[in-house]
């Protein structure tokens, strides 16, 4: 979790104020035990047509067709009858081409997952109130809708606790802060 102190925050188009930003980032394992097509992969074909992934990992000389395959009896646990394997063909002669890739074998890595982020700051609200938010960090300014989730009073002062329920937008931060 990260968390700014000192930021200024503006709430309902108030005067911005200072207070404090918290930000949390879940990771998110993401597993494969597959494979990914192979950039560098070419094939010609035994009439001489030339096949290969495109940039964006396309085919576009192949035609992918379906084949259903039926079971002799109808699965017991889900009922299913048969299953569906996908061949790629040449479009111009037919030929069956396998397209290259590069097995993965079984790999883990992390993403970025669900965002929650909160502001503690001075100002006017009760519980369950919608506040528009915005967080002013040098020339970022960050801005969603949340919800006064704790009201307190802080030296004398009546201060808010804002969860975010909306996405954490961000934007460069306008010349001039304020409405």
Partial sequence: MSVIREIQIIIDNEPPTKGEFSIEVEQVEISSFG??????????????????????????????????????????ETGETGYTTLHLHCRICDEEIRPGRIDRGGYRRFAAGRTSWT????????????????????????????????????HGRRALVISGVSELAQRKAPARIGG
């Avoid at 002013?136 to 801005?143: A, E, G, K, T, V």
């Fill in 35 to 76: 494979s990914d097509p192979d950039p560098n992969w070419t094939f010609i074909d035994t009439h001489g047509h030339f096949h290969a992934y495109t940039a964006d990992m396309k085919l576009p000389t192949l035609d992918e067709r379906a084949e259903w395959h039926e079971y002799f009896e109808p699965d017991e």
């Fill in 119 to 154: 502001v503690r700051v001075n100002g006017e609200g009760a519980l369950r109130d919608k506040k528009s938010v915005r967080i002013i960090h040098s020339d970022q300014m960050h801005f969603g809708i949340g919800e006064v989730v704790e009201v307190f009073d802080d």
